[in-house]
């Protein structure tokens, strides 16, 4: 993992023009028009013309589109899968294979819900809020990313996830009332998962053992445990084991703060209910 960070605006890349020199070679190919490949993906054929140029990111519901319109089966759509990881600022794109690679996962979360379980209108107002430059295009793109790693705990071999989140994920308005009335609808179905545990560390807990959100990752094979922790729009993975096992630490201390599992979804149940009079 590089340690140089790149510059501000390398990290919103323009998405690589192979993407758009591909659909438009099967488009000529099958004969169609910029405009019948807008009808068909239900984009615009201006959409379609700047996609084939590459001065927009498309989303990946036009990219499953093309793979319909053109009959490739998830072709399109895995080619902008891979090409996606490149949205990730260059300290975030380690942690996303090796979460992938885990077969537990341990995350405290303090003011944001854990990425991996957010709803697509939660995401979308976190991302536009932490990225405010980003062009409505790129907005969607990275929030289809985020719901990619949604898709690693709805799997039929999805990985342990053990979540405590501070009350203060329940009672922060992110993107208004229905947007967190959806989302935390959606924890309370996240935490039925057989794979999932879910605590909430409530404020009458007092002070947390832990003062910042980290995540620790444990694999089925011989590679040791990571911890990586961000903060201020930097995020490490870290593979000491000095510094993993003072994660473990704090995490077991967070989660014999936290209430139990029972008691936290009729927790979230109560805010959501307030936040429906």
């Keep these: 993992m ?26 000529h190919a099958r004969g169609m028009l910029q405009k019948h490949l807008g009808a068909a993906t239900g984009y615009s054929e201006g959409y379609v013309s700047k996609v084939e140029k590459g001065t927009i990111t498309p989303s990946m519901k036009f990219a499953k589109g093309c793979d319909v ?3 490739t089966g998830d072709l399109f759509a895995e080619q902008l899968r891979r090409l996606m990881d490149v949205d990730h600022p260059d300290w975030f794109a380690p942690f996303v294979e090796l979460e992938r690679a885990a077969s537990e996962i341990c995350d405290y979360s303090t ?4 990425g991996g379980v957010q709803t697509r209108e939660y995401a979308r107002a ?32 999805p990985p342990l996830l053990w979540l405590v989140l501070d009350e203060a994920c329940l009672r922060r308005k992110v993107g208004g009332e229905a947007v967190m009335r959806d989302q935390l609808r959606h924890l309370t179905a ?17 002070a947390p053992p832990a003062e910042s959100p980290f995540t620790l ?9 990571v911890l ?11 593979d000491s084991p000095e510094h993993v096992r003072t994660g473990q630490n704090l995490f077991d201390r967070l989660r014999a703060d936290a209430l139990s599992p029972t008691q936290s979804l009729n927790l979230i149940r109560s805010v959501m209910g307030e936040r429906t009079r």
Excluded: C, W
């Design 2 to 27: 590089t340690s140089k960070r790149k510059r501000v605006h390398d990290l919103n890349p323009v998405m690589p023009t192979s993407f758009g020199e591909d659909v438009k070679r099967v488009r």
């Design 69 to 71: 319109a053109f009959g």
């Design 111 to 114: 003011n944001l819900i854990f």
């Design 126 to 157: 976190v991302l536009r809020s932490g990225q405010p430059l980003d062009t409505p295009e790129q907005t969607a793109a990275k929030v289809d990313l985020r719901m990619e790693r949604r898709k690693l705990h709805e799997s039929n071999r």
């Design 190 to 206: 996240v935490a039925e998962y057989p794979a999932v545990t879910l605590q909430v560390l409530p404020f009458a807990s007092g």
């Design 217 to 225: 990752l444990e694999f089925p094979d011989d590679h040791p445990p």
């Design 228 to 238: 990586y922790s961000e903060g201020q729009g930097i995020g490490r993975v870290i």
